[in-house]
């Protein structure tokens, strides 16, 4: 892992995304988890102070050690237990159904192998288990899917292998999640090319 990914990225996204707007968006995408919760692509940990009180333990990953060690105070001062791995989502370390929620949010933009990390997440959800997510993503606008496909090899340099093109709602259904709700909305003051959301709650199916 280069400098610029574990010493100066890290410190750039948590600026970036720690707006009051979004910090709205990840308190409703995380007031509905309860039970046994795994985050994927923890970062910083920018979602800690919005978990619901009843959330005590938490399992994550993020294969940046550099955003780990920026998670330690808000790990800290959240007074949640929390387990970490250092591994991409491609290869988790955790027991099959041992999980009843995953959340996940903008993570899937920058997951190499996102299909796999999909995978992997449905293998370890319990059979009644949910994913929990908000994503940046392919916009229903022509004109802005457009700039999307012309800023993503730029986007994948400066923010650490983000894309702005990929079709969240295609990418989670396509790995055996049934959509139980989904909005899409683009955040307000924010590039629409960076801002257009999938929000929602994807239930895992059976085989
Ligand atoms: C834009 S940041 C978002 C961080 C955090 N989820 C949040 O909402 O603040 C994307 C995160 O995905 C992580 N990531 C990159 N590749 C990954 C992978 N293969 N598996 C899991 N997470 C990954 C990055 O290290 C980074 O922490």
Not at 79 to 93: A, F, K, M, R
Not at 160 to 171: E, K, T, V
Request: include cysteine; charged fraction near 20%; proline fraction near 4%.
């Amino acid at each position: 892992m280069g400098i610029y990914s574990k010493y100066i990225f890290p410190r750039l996204m948590d600026f970036v995304m720690s707006s009051g707007q979004m910090s709205k968006v990840r308190a409703a995408v995380l007031s509905g988890v309860s039970g046994d919760v795994f985050e994927i692509g923890v970062g910083t940990g920018l979602n800690l102070p919005h978990y619901p009180k009843h959330v005590q333990h938490l399992t994550t990953a993020d294969p940046n050690a550099g955003m780990s060690k920026l998670a330690r105070n808000r790990i800290a001062e959240s007074g949640i237990q929390v387990t970490h791995y250092t591994v991409g989502g491609e290869s988790l370390p955790c027991k099959d159904e041992s999980f009843d929620c995953v959340v996940c949010t903008w993570t899937l933009c920058s997951i190499p192998n996102v299909e796999q990390a999909l995978r992997e997440l449905h293998r370890i959800l319990r059979p009644e288990g949910k994913l929990h997510f908000v994503e940046h993503g392919l916009a229903d606008d022509e004109g802005v899917r457009r700039w999307q496909h012309r800023l993503t090899p730029l986007q994948k340099v400066v923010s650490d292998g983000c894309h702005f093109n990929r079709d969240m709602r295609a990418i989670i259904q396509a790995q055996r999640f049934r959509l139980e709700r989904i909005q899409n909305y683009y955040l307000h003051k924010v590039p629409r090319f960076g801002g257009y959301l999938y929000q929602g709650v994807a239930c895992k199916e059976s085989l």
